[in-house]
């Protein structure tokens, strides 16, 4: 079992830049693929970013591809996500997840852990 702590949320202007962490506690954190959700008032909880255990791969939506960064460091027992350019639009609280395997990442089912989530408030 692991538990996860997510940090670093907060408000920023528009184009400004934020750099989430996700603190896994355990021995086990390089066996988990980790991934990064949102979820805005009232809307379901979507997928952003995913790394693999060993960090070789990563994916992410469309929405924030070229300017969000997933990057975990087994030795700290620690994901990040560093967002850049941020946009009202990705206004939400952001979710770490753990989970098994990379396989049907972009699906929340496939986590098993998830974080406490951090709130992103991004101002126009």
């Known amino acids: 079992q692991v538990q996860l702590v997510d940090s670093g949320g907060g408000l920023v202007q528009a184009g400004g830049s934020l750099r989430l962490s996700c603190a896994a506690s355990?021995?086990?954190?390089?066996?988990?693929?980790m991934g990064w959700f949102r979820q805005a008032p009232g809307k379901e909880r979507l997928f952003v970013a995913h790394i693999s255990r060993g960090g070789i791969s990563t994916y992410y939506a469309d929405s924030v591809k070229g300017r969000f960064t997933i990057s975990r460091d087994n030795a700290k027992n620690t994901v990040y996500l560093q967002m850049n350019s941020l946009k009202p639009e990705d206004t939400a609280v952001y979710y770490c997840?753990?989970?098994?395997?990379?396989?049907?990442?972009?699906?929340?089912?496939?986590?098993?852990?998830w974080g406490q989530g951090t709130q992103v408030t991004v101002s126009s």
């Open positions: 997840a753990a989970g098994s395997y990379s396989r049907n990442y972009y699906f929340s089912s496939s986590y098993d852990y």
């Open positions: 355990g021995r086990t954190f390089s066996s988990y693929a």
